[in-house]
Nanobody, 123 residues
Framework: QVQLVESGGGLVQPGGSLRLSCAAS????????VGWFRQAPGKEREFVAA????????FYADSVKGRFTISRDNAKNTVYLQMNGLKPEDTAVYYC????????????????WGQGTQVTVSS
């Protein structure tokens, strides 16, 4: 198994930036494909971004493309989500998730999840 812990959330003004971290422990982190998802109150969990095992390929939801950047440091067992140009509609609990097999944007296909970190964008 792999355990995931998110951090870096908080309150930020529109147009501001945050960097979320997803720290992993347990099995070899570099074997896992990792995704970020978010869930706003009353809404379904939605895909935000994902990164392949080596970090050579990344995937983004259209709503965050050009504003968010996903990256990973396998030596530190950590995946990051740099969020720039934040908007009120980005307000949600952000989760990282990991799976051992092929890339996917479907949350129900991820095997391991963190507890989430709250991001609030408001003036």
């Amino acid at each position: 198994q792999v355990q995931l812990v998110e951090s870096g959330g908080g309150l930020v003004q529109p147009g501001g930036s945050l960097r979320l971290s997803c720290a992993a422990s347990g099995r070899t982190f570099s074997n896992y494909f990792v995704g970020w998802f978010r869930q706003a109150p009353g809404k379904e969990r939605e895909f935000v971004a994902a990164i392949t095992r080596s970090g050579s390929s990344t995937f983004y939801a259209d709503s965050v493309k050009g504003r968010f950047t996903i990256s990973r440091d396998n030596a530190k067992n950590t995946v990051y989500l740099q969020m720039n140009g934040l908007k009120p509609e980005d307000t949600a609990v952000y989760y990282c998730a990991a799976r051992i097999s092929s890339p996917t944007i479907r949350p129900d296909e991820y095997e391991y999840w963190g507890q989430g970190t709250q991001v609030t964008v408001s003036s």
